[in-house]
């Protein structure tokens, strides 16, 4: 088992996000991720780089594997895509991985274009991923369909194939990826939820390593842990189709007002007790990841990354 920062340009500025993840690297963190949004999911979250930029000087300052979850197919041109996972692919060798989603509105919105229906998107991520492969093996593509190609090619390529991973929550999500994915992604659920999702992806035929983001909220006191994953995190708790729909940070943030700690804890691991957070890590991997990918909730990494890089990594690899 590998484990990973997870670095949430939501919520934190991106020059201070290249200073956490170069600091994660020197705490002992194996490899890292990030999210690619335009908008944060609360206006108190406050922040959102662009990915591709920062990915590009965190390749180049740390010897980190590094990833991104990106959606391909309406505010990214599917052959930019392939431009962009070739380009970082071609400067670092075997150091990314690309997870391809089928986007968010609160992302996606801002083309002004009609935002589909889930099954829609679904499709249109599929045949997004057939044209990123097809030019990143070299081809030349043209495409009609829920998205149209007109003789793209990709001319610099990567000598070594990143790796196209399926991001999925749910256990249909997972058995649908596993036809074109090459690994999951999935985030902290119930014990027996995350046993279904891999079990699924597996089953449908799977392959590669799986991952897992895993949100939690630790400081010295649970009191102060408490009110971290609150004011950050109490906005991320919506599921589908909420999550997936809601258009602004102005509009979670109305919602996230009749939010209470008890719904936070459903999706955030909280605790003042490392050795819990030990232990809960040690338990989900345990289903069947190969990679553990923390992310804490707070905007101030330097106290956790120092935290767990002295007293979780070195018991949890032990």
């Known amino acids: 088992m590998r484990i990973g ?86 400067m670092f060798p075997g150091r990314f991985w690309t997870a391809l989603g089928s986007g968010e509105a609160s992302n996606e919105h801002i083309t002004g274009d009609r935002w589909p229906p889930k099954e829609e998107r679904t499709r249109r991520l599929e045949e997004c991923v057939d044209v990123i492969r097809r030019l990143l093996a070299g081809e030349e593509v043209t495409h009609q369909g829920l998205v149209t190609v007109d003789r793209a090619r990709v001319w610099d390529l990567p ?39 891999v079990a699924a992806y597996r089953d449908a035929g799977g392959r590669g390593p799986l991952a897992l983001q895993l949100h939690l909220s630790w400081a010295p006191t649970s009191e102060e842990a408490e009110a971290i994953a609150l004011d950050q995190w109490r906005t991320n708790v919506f599921t589908e189709p909420v999550n997936w729909d809601t258009e602004t940070a102005d509009a979670f943030d109305v919602m996230g007002e009749h939010v209470g ?33 923390l992310h804490f909730v707070g905007q101030e990494q330097e106290r956790f990354i120092d935290a767990f890089g002295e007293q979780v990594l070195p018991t949890l690899r032990g």
């Open 261 to 293: 700690i008890e719904s936070v804890r459903a999706a955030v691991e909280i605790s003042e007790d490392l050795g819990r957070h030990r232990d809960r890590i040690a338990e989900l991997a345990a289903v069947g990841f190969d990679d553990v990918y």
């Open 5 to 90: 920062f997870h670095a949430s340009h939501e919520q934190i500025a991106p020059s201070r996000l290249l200073a956490d993840v170069q600091h994660a690297e020197r705490a002992g963190f194996d490899m890292a991720m990030c999210s690619d949004h335009i908008s944060p999911w609360s206006t108190r979250q406050g922040h959102s780089g662009y990915t591709w930029s920062w990915l590009g000087a965190a390749l180049a300052t740390t010897d980190l594997e590094l990833g991104c979850v990106s959606a391909p197919g309406v505010r990214y041109h599917p052959a930019v895509v392939a431009q962009k996972i070739a380009t970082l692919g071609e």
């Open 159 to 197: 000598t070594t194939q990143p790796r196209l991973v399926g991001p999925a929550v749910s256990v249909a999500s997972a058995a649908r990826v596993a036809a074109w994915a090459d690994g999951l992604v999935t985030i902290n659920q119930p014990v027996e939820v995350l046993r279904d999702v």
